[in-house]
């Protein structure tokens, strides 16, 4: 559910200076519209003023496909980056990147979770003998951790460039997901074969052994 700081703002919404008046109760109280409410109620015109004074079916399946959690860790990073001095609203694609930076997803895993976890791989894969060995916490940072250093050596990325493409990785992968492909599974690579023990049959017909085994 809601924070209960959320629940209150969107309790004291002020509908009629929001939207020009509907009495659409349920297209009121779905998740995309409370959101919209809340969102004014932090931002006021400037989110009208950039996304419009109603949700667009994007929006409405964007908002619709979170839960209250995810929308709880938006909102909250919302006000953060007013606190921060940032205050001018996020369009619909810097809202689909900040929900994939702490919504947590289809996924449950967060833009945090991915640099976790790859501080984490970076501080003890040399205790493995391969990457595949390594405990991973979920198949997916797997993929998404290979992809960060590959890249992150390749174009020699900061910290923050870093985190922008985990940023994306993880959005791509979210979408992956939803459209039903799955994650592929970590193999770990076979062992070479031992070699027979004793000498081979070249060897032991060298040595003048008329039956070789």
């Given at each position: ?59 409405e399946q964007q908002i619709g496909a979170m839960s209250g959690e995810q929308i709880t860790r ?13 205050t001018w609203p996020p369009d619909f694609a810097e809202f689909v990147a900040l929900v994939a ?82 994650i592929p599974p970590i193999r770990q690579q076979l062992p070479p074969s031992k070699a027979p ?17």
């Open positions: 559910m809601w924070n209960s700081d959320i629940t209150k703002t969107t309790q004291d919404r002020t509908q009629s200076s929001t939207w020009s008046g509907s009495n659409d109760n349920t297209r009121q109280d779905s998740a995309a519209w409370r959101l919209w409410d809340l969102m004014h109620k932090i931002y006021g015109q400037r989110w009208n003023a950039k996304n419009g004074n109603r949700p667009s079916v994007l929006w938006v909102c909250n990073a919302c006000i953060e980056r007013c606190t921060s001095g940032n930076e702490c919504g947590g997803g289809v996924l449950g895993l967060t833009v945090e979770d991915v640099l976790a976890e790859n501080k984490r791989w970076r501080d003890n894969f040399f205790r493995y003998n391969c990457t595949e060995a390594f405990p991973w916490k979920h198949p997916v940072l797997y993929q998404i951790c290979v992809e960060l250093k590959r890249k992150g050596i390749e174009f020699k990325l900061t910290d923050k460039e870093l985190r922008n493409l985990a940023a994306q990785e993880l959005a791509h992968w979210e979408k992956r997901v939803k459209s039903g492909m799955p023990l004793g000498p081979t049959p070249a060897q032991q017909m060298a040595a003048g052994n008329r039956y070789v085994k």
